[in-house]
């Protein structure tokens, strides 16, 4: 571990620095040799899909087809460290609470099944049957199987996400909150009423053609770096990309590709970003309305395509014109000519792609920004033809598929007339919990059991003291995982930790060897099949321990649980008659690269109420104020973190090394407030329901807009009141959380 320092670094992203840090990644877990020969197969055909983010892979047959955040992901996995019961029996459950969340997750992969012991207050080694036997016990002990709450986290394959909702609904709920109600909910609301699909509807090859990229509220340097491939290829042949984003992040600033041997041996670098705008904290809605009026205003609209296939635009029209521009510069912090000068680059280009992350949904009129950003494009008509449309990129590996295979809690009623019909059974129809409804349910006593696929969601959700009080209330809390984390230690009254098979490994089933399917970010499903021994033969599949957990709860089910699991393409034959898209899954799968699933609007096609695109207005101001505090906080995501799991205590490119409890100001806002760079601060934010507080933060002068403070997630998740969330999406507004400094108590020590 690196002693706490705080210094610029002035280099570009990737570069010799990527390499060095991805060595080291493989080192600190034992693997040099093993791991980089994983590595080779990550990403390729006939190998595995990286378990770290969504985004397509350019060429299955390239030789390097990862990143170095891949790099860590897939040596936390594959690590030669193992979690075994002597570990357990020398660590109470108390102890354990008291470290780290990177020191936690160090301790290598678990082996085996384990049920906690009040007694000891230890986990205790349990068989499989009998943990099984346990769940099935709680779960039909409850009066309603409403009272069982469901979580899946994005990386599940579609074969065991597939499994698993179709266990839930034949247990008899809709109670299946996922990771996506934390991250791109708003943007599945807001296109599925456009254009009728909540996906984007661009493919790798329109980054190739398109003539401008817009970025908003992304750091692709650290979240998916691979990305920054395509944008350096993009810039290099003259493509204007134009980033928004309140923070200066150096991947959107320059890059040196370290799969460019001139980049590596002559230190060349591309200058990715054309144009780069800081707007305010939630300031994105205003400019993109800022946008849209000049572009109404020179008329740069394309007027065929509005009257062939959008409806709306005489009420977008009227709106948007009406916003005046002074609204416009304060509530975006950006001037009329930096705005004009970003739509001269929109107008000017024929094919615009807009890709957005977790800084556009994380607000309460999140939204409401990406229908305008919609409506932008729309103006244009740029969606449907090559090099142009939206491109909502997201997080975790298979976060798009498991929506695609029916985890979500409010399922069309024509997916679950397919799944009943296919499986001889009735499906539940009242919606579920999403993720805040279901903390909600679990407070209050009236969710019993809690069942998490993959994640950790103690540290993922919001409101971390209420979140931890909610699943301290449950009967029975159980995680299926690969190592150990927050959310083992924030348990029920009976908890079980599932050790499961990581995505590299073989996976052995009665029929031999399997490999499972994930969808990207851009709708490609592959293959991904494991090359290396599991870290322990007491190890379960995720398909394997749905099937097993559905045998012991559902005793009169009609589906052949075993049967399914003993060769996958069995399951994929099932999911090609439920899932529309996935015809011949068997065989498309098998094509080199897998195959693309249909988006109707790449044909003009918009599946909406009306059966065209819908262009819909957005009032500038709603009238809903939000709570009013000297800072606007966002939660980002250090260099060395992939969501919740933390490799490292670094954050090589805002200059921080060995710190996590930290906050990003501007130089002004520490002179107004008489502080100084390393001084600890306290955070406080508000809601209705009181104060909330997190203590021991070192301030870091920073580019970032004056009033705008930055912080690292999970560490301020206790500042985000579990009520806030956005409109109509419900995912919790973790880039706007109204906050005020006070300084920390004399002797309080940063960490």
Known sequence: MSDPVIKRYDKAAGGWDSLKRSYQALRDEGIVGAGARAMLRTNQDHGFDC????????NPNSTFEF??????????????????????????????????????????????????DATSDRYVPVLWDEAFALVAARLNALDSPDRAVFYTSGRT????????????????????????NLCHEASGVALTEQIGSGKGSVTLEDFEQAEAIFVFGQNPGTNHPRMLGELRAAAKRGCRIVVFNPLRERGLERFAHPQSPSDMLLGTQTEIASRYFQPRIGGDLALLIGLAKI???????????????????????????AANWADIEADSGLSRAAIDDAAQVYIDSPATIVCWGMGITQHRRSVATIQMLMNLLLLRGNIGKPGAGPCPVRGHSNVQGDRTMGIYEKPAPEFLDRLGAEFGFAPPRPPGFDVVAAIDAMATGEARVFFAMGGNFAAATPDTLRTAEALRRCDLTVHVSTKLNRSHLVHGREALILPCLGRSEFDEQAEGRQAVTVEDSMSMVHLSAGIRAPASEHLLSEPAIVARLACATLPASKTPWRELI??????????????????????????????HLPHPARERRFPTVSGRALLVPQPLRDGTPDPAAPFRLMTVRSHDQYNTTVYGLDDRYRGVRGLRRVVFIHREDLAMLGFSAGDCVDLHSYWHDGERSVSGFTLVEYDIPRGNLASYFPETNPLVPLGSVAERAGTPTSKSIPVRLTRSAVGTRSS
């Open 51 to 58: 378990p770290g983010c969504a985004w397509p892979d350019r």
């Open 67 to 116: 990143c170095e955040n891949g790099v860590k992901a897939v040596a936390a996995e594959a690590t030669a460290k193992r979690l075994t019961r002597d570990f357990f029996a020398q660590h109470t459950v108390t102890q354990l609470s008291g470290q780290d969340d990177f020191w936690l997750e160090a301790q290598g992969r678990l082996t085996e099944p384990m049920r906690y």
């Open 157 to 180: 394959s579609n074969e065991a996400a597939f499994l698993y909702q179709l266990f839930i609904r034949e247990f008899g709920t809709n109670n299946l909150p996922d990771c996506s």
């Open 295 to 321: 572009v109404l205003e020179r008329d740069a609209i394309d007027h065929d395509f509005i009257t062939q296939c959008c409806d709306g635009f005489d009420a977008l029209r009227e709106s948007v014109l």
């Open 566 to 595: 003993a060769h996958y393409d069995r399951i994929r034959d099932r999911i090609a008659r439920v899932v529309p898209g996935f015809d011949d899954f068997n065989a498309r799968v098998r094509h080199p690269g897998g195959f």
